[in-house]
C-alpha cells in the first residue's frame, strides 16, 4: 500500500553524506540526497536548514512526501554521521539518526521515538534512475513504534524493530533478516469481526507478539525465499511460515505502474505452515466445552466424528482428505504441534492459486499437494 512504500522510501533515501578528510560540505550533503529521493520519481524531500561538524552533517525539520497520494514522513533532524565520497559518485555514511520522525497516509500515522541506519549508500541520481545493484543501508532500527488512525482508536504499538540486508553480490542471493518484538494488537481493532469475536470468547484481552523473518532476494533468477517468518503470541502459539516464490521483480511489485505485471508473473514453488501450539487449542476446547455442557473430550469427539468430515467433503482429493483427518485427530488429542506442507510437481502461477481458493477451494490439494503432520 501507499503508505508502506513511502515508509520504505523514507529508509532507503533518509541518509546521506559527502566529503573528504577535511570535511564534507553541508549544502552538498543535503543537495545530493535531495536529488537521490528525487531520483525515483516517487517522492521529494525538503529541509528547513542544514549544519556541518567535522563528519557529521545535520537536516533539520526534515519532510519526505510521495509524488502521487500526499504521504509524508517527517522527522525534526536527520544527522548523517561518518560521511565520505563514494565512487563512482555519491556519498557514503557510517550512521543516520532519525529520532522522533513520523509518517502518515490516508488517514494513519506511525510514530517512533528513536530511528538510526547503518552502512548507508546514496548512490548518483543515474544509477537510481538506471536501477543500479546497491545495497542503500546494512541496518536499520527503531524503538517505541505506534500506529494509530481513524479505525484505530487504541494504538498498535511494537517496543522494536530491527532489520539487516545481506550484501549485494552478483550471482547470488541477498539476505534479509528482520526481527519485531513487543507487538501489542489491542482487541479493539478486531471488533464487530468474526475473529474478534472468537477471541473474546477465548479470553483474550490483547495479543502481544514476536515476529521474525529469515529471508533472501536473488535479483538475477527473480526469485525470493522466506526461510522462516516467525509469529510468536504470548499464551496462543509460534506460527511458522517458510516458501518460495519466483518468476517476479520486487522492485517491479513496489513499482505503482508494474505490479499488476509483477503479480501476474509470480509463481509459488513451495510453502509451508507450521502451528505450535502454546494454550490457544485447549482455550478453544475448552470454550466449546463450556457452550455446549460437555467435556473436551465431548467437543474432540464431535469434530473428528461431525465437523471435520463435514468440511472436508467438499474437498476432491480423498487421500488428503483422509490425511489430514488422521492428522488433526492426533493433534486434538495431544495439541503440540501441527505442520502443513505444500510441494508441487513444478511452480504454480500465484494468480491460480488465488482463484482456486477463492472461486474452487476444494481443488487446492490437486493444485498445491499439500501433506499433514502433527506433533512432528
Given at each position: 500500500m501507499t503508505f508502506v512504500r513511502s515508509a520504505a522510501l523514507g529508509l532507503l533515501f533518509l541518509a546521506a553524506a559527502p566529503a573528504a578528510e577535511a570535511g564534507p560540505a553541508p549544502q552538498a550533503v543535503a543537495d545530493m540526497l535531495a536529488a537521490a529521493v528525487a531520483a525515483t520519481g516517487q517522492a521529494t524531500l525538503t529541509y528547513a536548514g542544514v549544519t556541518g561538524s567535522g563528519d557529521t552533517v545535520t537536516l533539520s525539520a526534515v519532510k519526505l512526501a510521495s509524488t502521487d497520494?500526499?504521504?509524508?514522513?517527517?522527522?525534526?533532524?536527520?544527522?548523517?554521521?561518518?560521511?565520505?565520497?563514494?565512487?563512482?559518485?555519491?556519498?557514503?555514511?557510517?550512521?543516520?539518526?532519525?529520532?522522533?520522525?513520523?509518517?502518515?497516509?490516508?488517514?494513519?500515522?506511525?510514530?517512533?521515538?528513536?530511528?538510526?541506519?547503518?552502512?548507508?549508500?546514496?548512490?548518483?541520481?543515474?544509477?537510481?534512475?538506471?536501477?543500479?545493484?546497491?545495497?542503500?543501508?546494512?541496518?536499520?532500527?527503531?524503538?517505541?513504534?505506534?500506529?494509530?488512525?481513524?479505525?484505530?482508536?487504541?494504538?498498535?504499538?511494537?517496543?522494536s524493530f530491527a532489520a539487516n540486508i545481506g550484501d549485494v553480490v552478483?550471482?547470488?542471493?541477498?539476505?534479509?533478516?528482520?526481527?519485531?518484538?513487543?507487538?501489542?494488537?489491542?482487541?479493539?481493532?478486531?471488533?464487530?469481526?468474526?475473529?474478534?469475536?472468537?477471541?473474546?470468547?477465548?479470553?483474550?484481552?490483547?495479543?502481544?507478539?514476536?515476529?521474525?523473518?529469515?529471508?533472501?532476494?536473488?535479483?538475477?533468477?527473480?526469485?525470493?525465499?522466506?526461510?522462516?517468518?516467525?509469529?510468536?503470541?504470548?499464551?496462543?502459539?509460534?506460527?511458522?511460515?517458510?516458501?518460495?516464490?519466483?518468476?517476479?521483480?520486487?522492485?517491479?511489485?513496489?513499482?505503482?505502474?508494474?505490479?499488476?505485471?509483477?503479480?501476474?508473473?509470480?509463481?509459488?514453488?513451495?510453502?509451508?505452515?507450521?502451528?505450535?501450539?502454546?494454550?490457544?487449542?485447549?482455550?478453544?476446547?475448552?470454550?466449546?466445552?463450556?457452550?455446549?455442557?460437555?467435556?473436551?473430550?465431548?467437543?474432540?469427539?464431535?469434530l473428528v466424528d461431525g465437523a471435520l468430515p463435514f468440511a472436508l467433503s467438499f474437498v476432491d482429493n480423498a487421500a488428503f482428505r483422509d490425511q489430514f483427518l488422521a492428522a488433526v485427530t492426533v493433534f486434538l488429542k495431544d495439541p503440540h504441534s501441527l505442520t502443513i506442507t505444500f510441494a508441487p510437481a513444478k511452480p504454480v502461477p500465484l494468480g491460480q492459486v488465488m482463484r482456486a481458493a477463492a472461486h474452487r477451494p476444494g481443488t487446492l490439494p490437486d493444485l498445491l499437494t499439500p501433506t499433514v503432520e502433527a506433533n512432528n
Open positions: 497520494g500526499g504521504d509524508v514522513v517527517s522527522v525534526p533532524s536527520l544527522v548523517v554521521s561518518g560521511v565520505a565520497d563514494r565512487q563512482p559518485g555519491g556519498f557514503t555514511a557510517s550512521g543516520i539518526a532519525f529520532d522522533g520522525g513520523s509518517a502518515t497516509a490516508r488517514g494513519e500515522t506511525a510514530k517512533w521515538t528513536t530511528g538510526s541506519l547503518a552502512g548507508v549508500v546514496i548512490p548518483t541520481p543515474d544509477e537510481i534512475k538506471g536501477h543500479g545493484k546497491f545495497r542503500p543501508f546494512k541496518a536499520v532500527a527503531m524503538s517505541a513504534l505506534a500506529l494509530s488512525g481513524t479505525d484505530i482508536a487504541t494504538p498498535v504499538v511494537a517496543a552478483d550471482g547470488a542471493p541477498s539476505t534479509i533478516l528482520v526481527h519485531v518484538t513487543g507487538v501489542k494488537v489491542p482487541m479493539e481493532l478486531a471488533a464487530n469481526t468474526l475473529a474478534g469475536t472468537l477471541v473474546g470468547l477465548l479470553d483474550y484481552k490483547t495479543l502481544l507478539a514476536d515476529v521474525t523473518m529469515d529471508s533472501a532476494y536473488d535479483t538475477a533468477a527473480h526469485t525470493a525465499a522466506i526461510n522462516a517468518l516467525t509469529i510468536d503470541i504470548a499464551d496462543v502459539g509460534k506460527i511458522t511460515i517458510a516458501g518460495k516464490a519466483s518468476g517476479f521483480s520486487v522492485r517491479a511489485l513496489a513499482d505503482s505502474q508494474h505490479s499488476a505485471d509483477a503479480r501476474a508473473a509470480a509463481q509459488l514453488d513451495a510453502l509451508s505452515v507450521r502451528l505450535d501450539n502454546a494454550g490457544f487449542v485447549e482455550r478453544l476446547l475448552d470454550m466449546q466445552a463450556k457452550m455446549l455442557g460437555g467435556t473436551r473430550d465431548d467437543v474432540r469427539a464431535q
